[in-house]
């Protein structure tokens, strides 16, 4: 729902010039604030993977040290960390890419024909970013396929969660310590930039 009611939002494409005067009439209803407030709501799943993430994580841990792993075992336990997630997530990511950046042209037809060029363009010159899963990050050119920065962003946080995840196991006192420091700053963080004169979201 939030998404359908973004479409109706100064960067969406629904086809009417009225969208003000039913946002005046559909805000004034309490129970559209669930609609209102669905953007920050994505957290919640961000909250369960880095939930799920940890717990077999630290299971996986667990049974190294109980088979008395080496450092070579417990490097390509890391190893194969990463080269999991990213062959798992990239597959049929890259499939989709592939359809956005060649054939969705075929399928430009109607009134939002345009739009679909624009984004298949678009496409065609940063497909490598979402790939790299970087297309988060302001770049030049209006990116590939916006939807999928959610997947960009959980990649990121997948890459450092072994930075907190280890402390947490080796030393519990400490790494809680710092999962703590970590969530203080975004906290910080998130007030200061959604206070900043250089927040451009929703100016």
């Not at 996986?60 to 080496?70: H, P, S, T, W, Y």
């Not at 359809?99 to 939002?112: E, W």
């Not at 969530?183 to 963080?189: C, D, E, R, V, Y």
């Amino acid at each position: 729902m939030g998404h359908t009611y973004s479409n109706f939002g100064p960067f969406g494409h629904a086809l009417i010039n009225n969208a003000n005067i039913f946002r005046a009439e559909w805000i004034k209803d309490d129970a559209f604030a669930a609609v209102i407030n669905a953007f920050p709501s994505v957290d919640t799943f961000f909250i369960i993977g880095a939930t799920l993430l940890t717990f077999l994580t630290l299971k996986e841990l667990d049974k190294l040290a109980n088979k008395g792993a080496g450092v070579t075992e417990s490097a390509f336990f890391w190893f194969k960390y990463y080269v999991h997630r990213y062959i798992r997530l990239t597959g049929v990511y890259a499939v989709i890419l592939f359809f956005h950046a060649s054939l969705i042209k075929l399928f430009a037809t109607g009134p939002q024909s345009e739009w679909i060029m624009m984004h298949h363009e678009s496409c065609q010159a940063d497909w490598w970013k979402n790939l790299l899963y970087i297309n988060n990050f302001s770049f030049s050119g209006s990116g590939c396929m916006g939807q999928t920065w959610y997947l960009a962003v959980e990649m990121q946080c997948f890459i450092i969660t072994p930075l907190l995840i280890w402390p947490l196991w080796k030393f519990p006192k400490f790494g809680l310590g710092l999962i703590s420091m970590f969530f203080l700053a975004g906290k910080i963080f998130v007030c200061f930039f959604f206070n900043s004169d250089d927040n451009i979201i929703f100016q």
